[in-house]
């Protein structure tokens, strides 16, 4: 089974601290996805990466950024945490040779709360 | 620019009925049209995809439906049981692309 793990369940922050959401993946997907959800919004794309040191910006990247150091690791990193960025953190990996799948895998999701 | 909307944010059936869901969409450059599943406390799982070329696919119990006309997407679940409770999130994506962009959820539950 296709594992996408995300280190931490429940974070609780202060406002301006700098967090780092980690996420691995053990199925050696080239694609991977951070996705945050908040109630009425859906999933909102922040970053992915297609393949490792590299990465595009989604439809809400402002005040996030990425790192890809190695195939099966995709980090989120908020530079200066802001009570907005409250959400459900969500990270998925597909496969990238074939530009037909649709299919991403998810983690269990990451809750942040900034106080 | 790009969006994929539901009709109804939720959506109450009698266990055993068939339920639908409908989605909106506005990219008339997406090549596929996907339907995924998340239960409390899990991320979204994939259910099942069309083509644009397509009009209907049929899965286990799901069928989606794919109106290119009116740009809408429909999943229907036959005879609904109590683990089908969930959000549904309708997604799109294009051929050139990898990222997939998705709705806003529409929640089912079972009425038992």
């Known amino acids: 089974d296709v594992k996408v793990t995300q280190s931490s369940r429940y974070l609780v922050k202060r406002t301006g601290e700098k967090v780092f959401l980690e996420c691995v993946q053990d199925?050696?997907?080239?694609?991977m996805f951070w996705y945050r959800q908040d109630p009425g919004l859906g999933l909102r794309l922040i970053y992915f990466s297609y393949d490792v040191k590299m990465k595009e910006k989604g439809d809400i990247p402002e005040g996030y950024s990425v790192s890809r150091e190695k195939k099966e690791r995709f980090s989120l990193i908020l530079e200066s945490a802001s009570t907005n960025q409250t959400s459900m953190y969500l990270c998925?990996?597909?496969?990238?040779?074939?530009?037909?799948?649709?299919?991403?895998?998810f983690g269990q999701g990451t809750r942040l709360t900034v106080v | 620019g790009e969006s994929v909307g539901l009709h109804l944010p939720t959506l109450s059936v009698q266990e055993g009925d068939n339920s639908i869901i409908n989605c909106a969409y506005s990219?008339?450059?997406?090549?596929?049209f996907i339907w995924y599943k998340q239960e409390s406390g899990k991320g979204p799982q994939f259910i099942i995809d069309i083509r644009s070329n397509m009009d209907k696919r049929q899965g286990q119990r799901v069928t989606v439906l794919l109106n290119k006309t009116v740009k809408h997407l429909s999943l229907q679940i036959a005879a609904t049981q109590p683990g089908d409770s969930a959000v549904y999130f309708c997604?799109?994506?294009?051929?050139?692309?990898?990222?997939?962009?998705f709705g806003s959820g529409t929640r089912l539950s079972i009425r038992p």
């Open positions: 990219n008339s450059a997406s090549d596929y």
């Open positions: 998925a990996s597909s496969l990238y040779g074939d530009y037909t799948n649709t299919e991403a895998f």
């Open positions: 199925m050696d997907h080239e694609n």
């Open positions: 997604a799109e994506k294009e051929s050139s692309a990898s990222k997939i962009i």
